[in-house]
T-cell receptor, first 110, second 113 residues
């Protein structure tokens, strides 16, 4: 079992719809979770962090954390073509080591 | 302000050669990390510095890889006797003190021929 698992996609969503990205992790003791966006040929860009169970909203993005079920999700409302990218879920292991999933490729269709 | 910078952006080298990759973190950030990303995969942790010392080097694949951060700011990742399997994008990230968020630089694409 991989430490952090994501569906590699591609996930195709029409413009204006809600995109839902999911991630599960194996270490029940994990406390800190992150979503990064990575455009093709570019480096990962931090878009959300979440540390407590529940929802955290930032603009069109909502991160959801359920520690009991060991999953993290990212919702993107009113999806735009510019949201087309690979989304990486990352879990902080130990003091400062990020463990990443393989990423989900998202395509927003105009 | 300025983000993490990495040089060179691209490096092509022959198998068996030595390479150095440089990372300049965000000003004031005390923690610095190196990751490696292969095509279609998420980044993989290599090493983490808190100040000048390597606090966790458990991700370095073997003793051909070494990293330094002599003055607690700029870091250099050194790879000896490069192999074709070392080809990847090498990413550097930094964090402010007592913060968990990591901010990545643009990466160095290393190609070993």
């Amino acid at each position: 079992q991989k430490e952090v698992e994501q569906n590699s996609g591609p996930l195709s969503v029409p413009e204006g719809a809600i995109a839902s990205l999911n991630c599960t992790y194996s270490d029940r003791g994990s406390q800190s979770f992150f979503w990064y966006r990575q455009y093709s040929g570019k480096s990962p860009e931090l878009i959300m962090s979440i540390y407590s169970n529940g929802d955290k909203e930032d603009g069109r993005f909502t991160a959801q954390l359920n520690k009991a079920s060991q999953y993290v999700s990212l919702l993107i409302r009113d999806s735009q073509p510019s949201d087309s990218a690979t989304y990486l879920c990352a879990v902080l292991q130990g003091a400062q080591k990020l463990v990443f999933g393989q990423g989900t490729r998202l395509t927003i269709n105009p | 302000g300025a983000g993490v910078s990495q040089t060179p952006s691209n490096k092509v080298t022959e198998k068996g050669k030595y390479v150095e990759l440089r990372c300049d973190p965000i000003s004031g950030h005390t923690a610095l990390y190196w990751y490696r990303q292969s095509l279609g995969q998420g980044p993989e942790f290599l090493i983490y510095f808190q100040g000048t010392g390597a606090a966790d080097d458990s991700g370095l694949p073997n003793d051909r890889f070494f990293a330094v951060r002599p003055e607690g700011s700029v870091s250099t990742l050194k790879i000896q006797r490069t192999e074709r399997g070392d080809s990847a994008v090498y990413l550097c990230a930094s964090s402010p003190e007592n913060r968990r968020e990591q901010y990545f630089g643009p990466g160095t694409r290393l190609t070993v021929t």
